[in-house]
């Protein structure tokens, strides 16, 4: 290794809270909560992805382990016949708010409709009748990673999906009909979840719809660009919405945040890209977004190293981990969790936006179901937040991702990440990990308990 031919130390990015630690509680009425997405746990609806994936089984590449997903992909999770259920299930957890997805492409199943699809409108307004039910606040996200296949057909001058020019007022025209179906009962709003993953892997690394590769970071522009007007343009429907109907609302985005570290803490190119990717990966589309929003929505997956060669300093590798740390407690994708930087995160983000933080995602991959690597992140996670908030941030929700097993993009469906384990094969039967049992006694006691501290906390 590069590190070791040079004798330069790594930084370690790793330090565990000390058993002395001052355990805290987050602030009175917290949100605590599951995250979950539409095309991930939803039957197939005629979205971009879902055109992806039929187009995987048939070429049987483009979803890791596809053969298997075949069998799976239509039904997903089957939230369809589980709304009531698994709403029961966050409730039973203590969970008092929940995050999900209304699927653009259930509700806008074609081009031509004004008006949203009644099966879609009558589907959505039960989920949001079971998390009244339970005393659930909801959080509702536009456009999380999929939308209607339509969409996507090139228009007269060759322009695609969020390409196209009336992509914003298509967005915002989703948005009005949703405040003005459920204005009455949803006032948090995320207008598009991980604007900058979407650009990323849809456009650099062409893994996601539409895959293409573009080329240096710098090619996803536009399309980022195009992402901020739909998110403004909804954000504003959202806002005019509530308004005409005499109400307020709370609009946001869901940003991906990763902490991205120098390999080797000396070297001054591993620094210096490591700074540059944090601009462009986390910072930039923040600071583009936030005129427009009133809380920052963070979605929180630890860390990531950034390692270069000084004879091709372009071709940087980013790792998701370190083998040789033996703290560095990563999840089945290779990512490693890291409270510090997340406490650090919440603390600099409200610093810089002085708007109240959502974590509207943060989880890991594991699917045993004694899962002890999730349940000792549920508990770090949570003390960091508290600390956070005792350095002033203003944190006032925790959304966990996710509630139940899930379609992990393209990845398939071996990573787990499920409070809940999914048997896909038996009618997606839900069986409980430890961690709800862990997330019950966080919630009872907004804050953790000692003896999980003792037990998971160092
Ligand atoms: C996305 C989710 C995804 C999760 C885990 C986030 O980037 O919003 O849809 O499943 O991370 O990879």
């Given at each position: 290794m590069i590190r070791e031919r040079l004798g330069l130390p790594k930084r370690r990015a790793h330090r565990r809270l000390g058993a002395g630690e001052r355990l805290l509680a987050l602030p009175s009425g917290f949100l605590w909560g599951a995250a979950t997405a539409d095309q991930q746990i939803e039957r197939q609806q005629p979205s971009d992805w879902t055109a992806f994936e039929e187009r995987a089984v048939r070429e049987r590449r483009?979803?890791?382990?596809v053969d298997q997903a075949a069998r799976w992909l239509a039904h997903k999770s089957d939230f369809d016949s589980h709304v009531a259920d698994d709403v029961a299930r966050a409730a039973d957890m203590g969970h008092c708010a929940h995050r999900f997805s209304m699927s653009w492409a259930r509700l806008?199943?074609?081009?031509?409709?004004?008006?949203?699809?009644p099966a879609g409108v009558e589907f959505y307004g039960r989920v949001l009748d079971e998390l009244h039910r339970q005393r659930m606040t909801p959080f509702v996200t536009l456009f999380h990673f999929a939308s209607p296949a339509?969409?996507?057909?090139?228009?007269r001058d060759d322009r695609r999906g969020i390409?196209?020019?009336?992509a914003p007022d298509r967005l915002a025209h989703l948005a009005t009909t949703l405040i003005d179906a459920f204005g009455d009962r949803v006032r948090h709003w995320c207008t598009i979840n991980e604007p900058v993953v979407l650009a990323y892997l849809g456009?650099?690394?062409?893994?996601?719809?539409?895959?293409?590769?573009?080329?240096?970071?710098?090619?996803?522009d536009a399309v980022l660009a195009a992402l901020l007007r739909m998110h403004e343009a909804a954000a504003a429907a959202l806002r005019e919405g509530a308004r005409r109907r005499g109400t307020s609302v709370q609009v946001g985005i869901a940003q991906h945040v990763r902490t991205f570290v120098p390999?080797?803490?000396?070297a001054p190119l591993d620094v210096v890209t490591a700074a540059v990717i944090e601009r462009l990966f986390v910072r930039r589309f923040l600071d583009q977004a936030m005129p427009s929003c009133d809380y920052v929505g963070v979605n929180e997956y630890g860390r990531a190293y950034v390692e270069t060669e000084l004879r091709r300093p372009l071709a940087y590798q980013v790792r998701?981990?370190?083998?040789?740390?033996?703290?560095?407690?990563?999840?089945?994708?290779?990512w490693a969790p890291d409270e510090h930087a997340f406490e650090d995160r919440l603390v600099a983000l409200s610093r810089r936006y002085r708007k109240p933080i959502y974590v509207l995602e943060n989880g890991t991959a594991e699917a045993a179901l004694d899962d002890v690597r999730r349940q000792r992140q549920l508990v770090r996670h949570t003390q960091a937040m508290a600390r956070a908030v005792q350095r002033g941030a203003d944190v006032r929700g925790y959304f966990h991702w996710s509630l139940v097993d899930n379609?992990?993009?393209?990845?398939?469906?071996?990573?787990r990440f499920g409070l809940y384990a999914i048997d896909?094969?038996?009618?997606?039967s839900r069986s409980a990990r430890g961690s709800v049992e862990v997330f019950r006694h966080l919630t009872r006691d907004n804050g953790v308990p000692a003896e999980l501290w003792a037990r998971l906390g160092r």
């Open positions: 483009g979803i890791a382990g806008f199943p074609r081009e031509d409709m004004a008006a949203p699809d339509w969409l996507w057909r090139p228009d390409e196209r020019p009336d456009y650099l690394e062409g893994t996601f719809p539409p895959n293409e590769k573009r080329g240096g970071p710098l090619a996803a390999w080797r803490n000396r998701h981990a370190d083998p040789s740390d033996a703290d560095d407690d990563a999840s089945e994708l290779g379609f992990e993009w393209a990845e398939g469906f071996a990573p896909y094969d038996a009618g997606c």
